[in-house]
């Protein structure tokens, strides 16, 4: 029986990940810090799951939880998805809240792939991916260290989806564009394209099967999106002007 360990499984792209895996037959570790929240949406489906209290920026409690996991279950497919964004667009940055997307958004992808390529290595097999975005193709104004944490994402990526090659492990990408989860559920600001998380994780459940380097989707939109970044700064700049952005706090 095949297994996936993903972290930030119990609401939206993680948990539609989850269940996706779960109806294929697979054994599912799924980590978060609230266990309400996976006791009540996986309520219908808790023979082949199991849930970890952790916090993806604390590196030894990811550890040992992808260890037990591994030690217990297996360790086929490890999906790092946990991630928080901007309540609302600033200007200036708020610097705390900064610091604590990197430990979440970037660190925490990395000390997950740390403990799963101790496990796949010396197997010489498995599959690492890790939810990025189509905000990471172009530095987005108002949400600086999310462009930033999802474009060292992507580029972590694909330098070890190349570097892995050789131990037979492969590494993929995922930019998603808007997705309907109660990470986006807040936003005041247009989400063009915007897909529900069922949608979301079918495609993206797809684009792991077919061992992708990168897949980002929709497809309009991030054509769009990555046109966009081949552009030279200065007509980025043009096109975003900035000055006509809405802000919905100013600082
Ligand atoms: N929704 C979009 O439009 C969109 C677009 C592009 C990329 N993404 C990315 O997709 C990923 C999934 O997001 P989502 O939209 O599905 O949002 P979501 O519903 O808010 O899910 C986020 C998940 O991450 C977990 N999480 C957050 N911080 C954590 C931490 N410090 N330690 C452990 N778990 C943590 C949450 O669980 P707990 O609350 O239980 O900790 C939750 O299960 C994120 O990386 C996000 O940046 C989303």
Avoid at 58 to 87: C, H, M, P, V
Avoid at 99 to 121: C, D, Q, R
Avoid at 233 to 239: A, D, I, P, V
Wanted: hydrophobic content about 40%; some cysteine; overall charge positive.
């Amino acid at each position: 029986m095949k297994s996936v360990f993903i972290t930030g499984g119990t609401t939206g792209m993680g948990m539609e990940l989850a269940k996706h895996y779960l109806s294929l037959g697979w054994k599912v570790g799924v980590c978060g810090r609230d266990r309400l929240k996976f006791e009540e949406n996986f309520s219908l489906h808790r023979d082949n799951v199991d849930f970890y209290l952790v916090d993806v920026a604390n590196r030894e409690e990811l550890q040992k939880a992808i260890l037990n996991f591994s030690k217990t279950i297996g360790l086929d497919l490890l999906i790092a998805n946990a991630g928080i964004g901007y309540k609302s667009k600033t200007r200036v940055p708020d610097f705390e809240y900064s610091y604590k997307m990197v430990h979440v958004n970037f660190l925490g992808v990395m000390y997950a792939f740390e403990t799963a390529l101790s496990i796949m290595i010396p197997r010489g097999t498995g599959h690492l991916v890790a939810i990025s975005s189509i905000a990471g193709y172009n530095g987005l104004p108002g949400v600086s260290a999310y462009s930033a944490t999802k474009a060292a994402v992507l580029k972590y990526c694909e330098s070890l989806n190349l570097d892995m090659k050789q131990f037979n492990i492969d590494v993929t990408a995922i930019c998603p564009g808007f997705v309907d989860t109660p990470l986006t559920q807040g936003n005041h600001h247009p989400m063009p394209f915007l897909m529900n998380a069922p949608k979301a994780a079918k495609l993206i459940a797809r684009a792991i099967q077919k061992k992708k380097m990168v897949y980002a989707f929709p497809f309009f939109f991030s054509t769009l999106v990555r046109i966009l970044s081949m552009l030279p700064r200065t007509c980025y700049r043009r096109l975003m002007n900035i000055k006509t952005l809405n802000y919905s706090k100013e600082s």
